[in-house]
């Protein structure tokens, strides 16, 4: 039996056949037009990030790689965002494919469906009019919710939960500590296991992303193109596996789609196209030989970008903000940030001085003006950080 783990170490977990594995979800038969995790049994990372646009099967077919896990004893964590997304109203269809297809009785024969109870997944078996008759004795998933991790430390205790699933996890709205709570849950789950296999997924694809900065995965991100798959390992020596997901054998049934619904000019319809990051288009920085320079010593610090903010006037646009990457600051910097004030020159948003609401008043106006696109999405990021923390002052 081929297994793997690391170090050959009993005591740090479980052993997994992953050839049977393998084995197990090959005999699913698949569709060939939509995900195949398998190469993820073959990198050895400790985390899997899955990115791409929607209806590629990426979270059903992660879910049925975990039943096959599930056959040699592991159970999983299905973790979302906030405990609201984990609701049997939101979850009700998680396992729709899943049940559509058969995949469960083809994996455990004495088994034809799936039953849900208080936030944990159980094998069952139904008969002919649809009634539960049978159902396993210990559940094959529990789900999860970030905005809960500090509750789990004491309420939450599995030497089995080896499959780790953080679905959807980029989304509108930042949450400071986001990857903080999500790092805090997966050491409550593993403990000091180290069999752990973890999957981030997501049908958005932002460049911008906190977590991609946390991961220290951001330079390799923005160099991928769709199909692009990569291992990045940390400083430390934590291994990321990152993959733009693209399914070759859907490339002309999107072309076919996008020309009939989404072809139009417009890099906001990128991520729902599958033919780019999720851009939009920024005013870049205009030639102005008369503008006058009035301020060159703000900046703003976020997800380990400098960007700084020079404030200019001319007779054409009046006051305006351009917006360029910098490489250090100075003694005298005024430095906008997200995250707790250490420093005289630190401040939120609108700081302190009439200055700073002058300069973020251009912001409302639309007159910041960007020497990329890249830059522009750093800044409107920012912004939004700022007001989903309450710090628009």
Not at 25 to 30: G, I
Request: net charge positive; hydrophobic share 35%.
């Amino acid at each position: 039996m081929n297994q793997e783990f690391i170090d050959n170490d009993k005591d740090n977990g479980r052993l997994y056949d992953i050839e049977q594995i393998k084995k197990d979800y090959k005999k699913l038969k698949c569709p060939a037009d939509v995900y195949n995790p398998i190469d993820t049994l073959e990198n050895n990372c400790a985390y899997n990030i899955l990115l791409s646009e929607r209806s590629v099967g990426k979270t059903t077919n992660i879910l049925l790689l975990a039943l096959c896990f599930y056959k040699q004893g592991c159970t999983t964590a299905y973790i979302r965002e906030s405990s609201e997304q984990i609701t049997p109203k939101k979850l009700k269809t998680l396992f729709k494919t899943v049940l559509a297809y058969g995949y469960v009785n083809k994996l455990f024969p004495e088994f034809n469906t799936i039953t849900y109870k208080s936030r944990y997944w159980y094998l069952a078996k139904k008969d002919e009019d649809g009634h539960i008759i049978e159902v396993d004795t210990q559940p094959f998933m529990v789900n999860m919710s970030l905005d809960e991790s500090f509750d789990y430390k004491s309420t939450f205790n599995s030497d089995d939960t080896d499959f780790i699933i953080l679905d959807e996890f980029i989304s509108n709205v930042y949450k400071k500590d986001q990857f903080i709570n999500f790092m805090d849950l997966h050491k409550t789950i593993s403990r000091e296991r180290l069999s752990v296999r973890t999957y981030l997924l997501s049908n958005t694809v932002d460049l911008e992303h906190e977590f991609f900065y946390e991961f220290m995965i951001a330079d390799k991100v923005k160099s991928l193109k769709a199909g692009d798959k990569a291992v990045v390992t940390s400083d430390l020596g934590t291994k990321v596996f990152v993959n733009w997901v693209d399914v070759v054998q859907r490339k002309k049934k999107k072309q076919k789609t996008n020309k009939k619904y989404y072809g139009f000019n417009n890099p906001k319809l990128a991520s729902i196209t599958g033919e780019g990051w999720q851009f939009a288009n920024y005013p870049h920085i205009p030639k102005i030989e008369e503008a006058k320079l009035v301020l060159n010593n703000y900046y703003v610090v976020f997800n380990e970008n400098l960007i700084k903010l020079n404030l200019y006037n001319c007779s054409e646009l009046g006051y305006y903000v351009t917006a360029h990457k910098a490489s250090r600051l100075y003694d005298d910097s005024i430095i906008y940030t997200i995250d707790e004030i250490t420093s005289k020159n630190e401040r939120y948003l609108q700081g302190f001085s009439k200055i700073d609401k002058f300069i973020w008043s251009l912001y409302k106006k639309n007159k910041f003006y960007y020497s990329n696109n890249s830059i522009g999405l750093m800044i409107e990021k920012y912004v939004k950080a700022c007001h989903s923390e309450s710090r628009f002052y």
